[in-house]
């Protein structure tokens, strides 16, 4: 435990920074209101209709392009999961390739090669590209979390009869969700953020549509104004869906599950409380 000194040296640490943070927001500020972009005429397009039915449109691609990536990545990436920790070693081969090419190759580029090569519509170009990299990733994210469960109760459950399907399914692979289930909400975040690569191939998403109001605005760069709507937005996506990851966590933790595992053993000789 910290001594007097220390908790006195560590609260000027946290006023100094808490100024500097301060500070900094001031200075932002003071350079938006001297550049006038909190000035009526810049803001006054978004009164308009056409924009706001604009912004929504996009905003609603944004969620069907992610909402598509977000439920094919996790299928993709128990799929090649469950081929990493096979035990037929043509399959592991063949998914362990897969997992480190798709996971190596750029997202940009996949997307380009899909929508230009392969010629296929933008969205579908778009989720598949997110799908092929976000469920790449989150092989190894799940590969992890079931090698990070404790080899006694895979031993236990092998022991009772169940095949390894039963094993993996009832016993490895809830756990190992409910341990790296942070790391797959931010490796979705990834995802959602990335969908803004769709105005690069002409898909009407979110950034797409702040780029069209941007090109028709009546005044030069820097679109401010624009920014300060669009990333708010894309903030509180990000922000909802990590809140319903810890609200999920804290579920889970609180289930017979989590409670039945986290239970203490009797003693040896002793009997369990309904007396059976």
Sequence with gaps: MPGPRTRVRHRLYGVVSTAAIVALLGWVLHL???????????????EY?????LLLRGLGNTLVAFGCAAVLSLVLGGVLACGRLSAHRPVRWLATALVEFF?????????????VALQVRALPALVAGLT???????????????????????????ALGMRKTQVMTYVL???AVRAMLPTII????VALKDTSLGYLITYEEFLHAGKLIASNLDYDLPFIP???????????MCMV???FAHRLAGRQRRGPGARAMGAVPAAPGTLPPDGR
């Design 32 to 46: 938006l209101f001297a550049t006038g972009q909190f000035s009526a005429t810049k803001w006054r397009p978004f």
């Design 49 to 53: 209709r056409g924009i706001q039915e």
């Design 103 to 115: 996971r190596a190759m750029p997202v940009l580029v996949m997307i380009f090669f899909i929508f």
């Design 132 to 158: 092929l990299y976000n469920g790449s990733v989150l092989a190894e994210v799940l590969r992890t979390g079931v090698n990070s469960v404790e080899r006694g109760q895979r031993e236990a459950a092998y």
């Design 173 to 175: 692979v809830p756990q």
């Design 186 to 189: 931010s490796q979705l975040v």
């Design 226 to 236: 624009v920014v300060m709507v669009i990333s708010p937005i894309y903030i509180g």
């Design 241 to 243: 869906l990590s809140w």
